[in-house]
């Protein structure tokens, strides 16, 4: 069995919208995609020392009729042009709107626990970065430590409890890969 673990890798685990771009309210409109700055290259970082870049997000506008899901496609495909490398290893996502119950919505984890399986990734050694409490429950559930990023919905939230509480808050998605590489053990190149 030991050798099944070590083969498992890192990997940290990315709300979308709101942590890795501005927040637009269903974003259906590739043309109004814009990175956080300095995101491609703390995911670059990240990628250099090992760890997988996971894409995880709700998309309850789909199922509220409110975009397509050839429209979250074209988003998507915009978001990782201006990534500018292949840094994402895979992304998720669920068309779900609530009440609607659903083992892939967060704050369920089922899109990382399907991201596990098929990538083989030690949840353990793994991060869940979010602006929402539903990402820090999502990561809590799946066994991966959290960071809550300040920017999209996490402006709204400073300062308010989060329950569960991460295990750290971070400015934004640089400074969230910093806390990362500070916190981490090591990690093979």
Not at 122 to 132: E, T
């Amino acid at each position: 069995m030991s050798e099944h673990v070590s083969m498992l890798r890192p990997a940290v685990f990315l709300d979308r919208d709101g942590t890795l771009m501005e927040e637009v309210h269903y974003c259906a409109d590739p043309a109004l995609v814009r990175l956080f700055p300095g995101t491609g290259s703390a995911l670059r970082e990240l990628t250099a020392r090992g760890y997988l870049c996971v894409i995880i997000t709700n998309q309850s506008g789909i199922g509220r009729g409110l975009l397509t899901e050839a429209q979250y496609h074209a988003v998507q495909a915009e978001l990782l042009r201006q990534l500018e490398a292949e840094v994402i290893s895979a992304s998720y996502f669920c068309p779900d709107a609530p009440p609607t119950p659903s083992p892939r919505r967060k704050p369920e984890p089922g899109m990382v626990l399907e991201a596990a399986r098929d990538l083989g990734i030690d949840l353990a050694q793994s991060w869940f970065v979010g602006d929402k409490a539903a990402d820090i429950e999502c990561g809590t559930r799946a066994g991966t430590r959290t960071i809550l990023v300040q920017t999209g919905y996490g402006t709204q939230t400073a300062g308010e409890p989060c329950q569960p509480a991460p295990n750290f808050i971070a400015k934004d998605v640089v400074a969230a890969v910093a806390l990362i590489l500070q916190n981490s053990d090591a990690i093979r190149p």
